[in-house]
C-alpha cells in the first residue's frame, strides 16, 4: 500500500472521494523519511551513482527537507 492509500485509508475517505481527488489533481505526496531518502538518491544520485539504495547522506538530506517542509506546512514560516 502506497503512502497516500494509507493516508486515505487513515482518514476513512473512500479511494474516489472528493479529497482523494484533490489530492491527486494537485500532485500531493506523502512522505516519511524512508520514502524522501528514497526520492533524494532517484533524483540526484539517479542511474551514475556508486550505490543502489540511499546512502547516510541521503536520509540526512530527507531529515532536513522534511523538517523544512514541516516547518512550512505548519505557518512557522515566513512564506
Same mark, same amino acid.
Request: glycine letters at 4%; hydrophobic letters at 40%; one cysteine or more.
Given at each position: 500500500?502506497? *503512502?497516500? +492509500? ?10 474516489? /472521494?472528493? &479529497?482523494? %481527488?484533490? *489530492?491527486? +489533481? ?10 524522501? /531518502?528514497? &526520492?533524494? %538518491? ?38
Amino acid at each position: 500500500m502506497s *503512502m497516500r +492509500e494509507s493516508l486515505i485509508q487513515a482518514m476513512h475517505l473512500p479511494a474516489d /472521494s472528493d &479529497a482523494a %481527488h484533490w *489530492m491527486q +489533481e494537485r500532485g500531493v505526496a506523502v512522505a516519511d523519511q524512508d520514502t524522501m /531518502s528514497r &526520492a533524494i %538518491h532517484d533524483v540526484y544520485c539517479g542511474i551514475t551513482a556508486d550505490h543502489d539504495h540511499p546512502n547516510e547522506k541521503d536520509h540526512q538530506q530527507a531529515q532536513a527537507l522534511l523538517a523544512a517542509l514541516q516547518k512550512h506546512a505548519t505557518g512557522d514560516a515566513p512564506a
